[in-house]
């Protein structure tokens, strides 16, 4: 599985970004699709995911404030960003989930750069 994430970019406080995420070259059935994140000198976190059957969840950081869908058809997941604020900054990551045989599989795509300014 390739995926390609899209919709990075610089944007004032209290501003909103859609980013973008298209998987290619799977024949097998994504599981979960997920936005994580990460500045500068903190780990990588989950920002929030989406179930094939479409439940969902966020972290507590950005509940209210962003929202994750997908389109199954285009094999593609989304996340609104409104509300944006100067902690939202860092390099976002997609990353889909797939299982076989009883074992997971993650694919994460290249990151795109989110950058809230004060």
């Known amino acids: 599985v390739q995926l390609q994430a899209s919709g990075g970019g610089l944007v004032q406080a209290g501003g909103s970004l859609r980013l973008s995420c298209v998987g290619s070259g799977s024949g097998f059935s994504i599981n979960v699709r997920g936005w994580y994140r990460q500045a500068p000198g903190k780990q990588r976190e989950l920002v929030a995911s989406?179930?094939?059957?479409?439940?969902?969840n966020y972290a507590d950081s950005v509940k209210g404030r962003f929202t994750i869908s997908r389109d199954n058809a285009k094999n593609t997941v989304y996340l609104q960003m409104n509300s944006l604020k100067p902690e939202d900054t860092a390099v976002y990551y997609c990353?889909?989930?797939?299982?076989?045989?009883?074992?997971?599989?993650?694919?994460w795509g290249q990151g795109t750069l989110v950058t809230v300014s004060s």
């Open positions: 989406i179930t094939s059957g479409g439940s969902t």
């Open positions: 990353r889909y989930e797939t299982w076989s045989r009883g074992t997971p599989y993650h694919y």
